[in-house]
């Protein structure tokens, strides 16, 4: 059997890597099997991640995952259901299907891979870049404050919003397994490494 590793498009040292080892991890340590499980992911390098995981799985349009993952969770209430984008898929062209999903509180977990640029496009600026930071669209550094999401999901009503590391592993493992059990909307906004382009 050929392993996922063969077909993998991802940078050497990518945080993408940790994230999806925590996913996969969590997964096994909850013993939810793969016939038991969905991940959704949106377009980007992190759009890859519902490639590179057993179980079903779908890659959807850039900022349309969340509806994707809503109407799934609907008709198949009986799996576990993830969701998984970048911060430009999430956070800027997905932004209101974000609140609202907040709002409507169905059972799912959304991980935002957040490496603070639109990596797969070659490091544009994202909503989540800092202040001064160079990309390719703010040579001479960001201008536009970046916003918080973890706070934004809070005022939309949502009951788990945090943020994690993806170097730090166990605990991020751990957040993913609380996100999984926990029976509503859930938002892990997970700060990662993209050794190509973000350089702040
Ligand atoms: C509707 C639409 N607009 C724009 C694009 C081009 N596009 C593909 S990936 C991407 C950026 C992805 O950035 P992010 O969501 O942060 O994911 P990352 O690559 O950083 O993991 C864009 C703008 C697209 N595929 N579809
Ligand atoms: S461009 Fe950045 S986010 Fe994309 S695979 Fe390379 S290191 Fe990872
Ligand atoms: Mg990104």
């Excluded at 969590?26 to 991940?39: M, N, T």
């Excluded at 005022?155 to 029976?183: G, M, N, Y």
Aim: glycine residues 8%; positive net charge; aromatic residues 12%.
């Amino acid at each position: 059997m050929r392993s996922w590793l063969t077909n993998i498009q991802w940078c050497p040292g990518c945080g993408d890597f940790l994230i999806i080892m925590a996913i996969k991890n969590a997964f096994k340590e909850l013993g939810i099997e793969s016939h038991q499980r969905v991940v959704v992911s949106g377009v980007g390098c992190s759009g890859k991640a519902s490639q590179y995981i057993d179980g079903y799985a779908a890659e959807t349009l850039h900022g349309r995952t969340l509806p994707f993952a809503t109407g799934v969770k609907i008709t198949k209430p009986e799996l576990t259901v993830m969701a998984v984008w970048g911060d430009g898929d999430g956070y800027w062209i997905g932004m209101g299907h974000f609140i609202h999903a907040c709002r409507r509180d169905i059972d799912m977990t959304y991980i935002v891979f957040n490496n603070e640029n639109y990596a797969l496009t070659t490091g544009q600026a994202s909503p989540t870049t800092p202040l001064g930071a160079k990309t390719k669209t703010t040579p001479t550094g960001n201008t536009i404050a970046p916003f918080d999401p973890v706070e934004l999901a809070k005022q939309a009503w949502c009951r788990f919003a945090v943020r994690a590391d993806s170097l730090k592993f166990a605990e991020l493992k751990q957040t993913i397994k609380d996100a999984i059990q926990h029976p509503w909307f859930s938002l892990i906004d997970v700060t990662q490494a993209c050794p190509s382009f973000k350089r702040w």
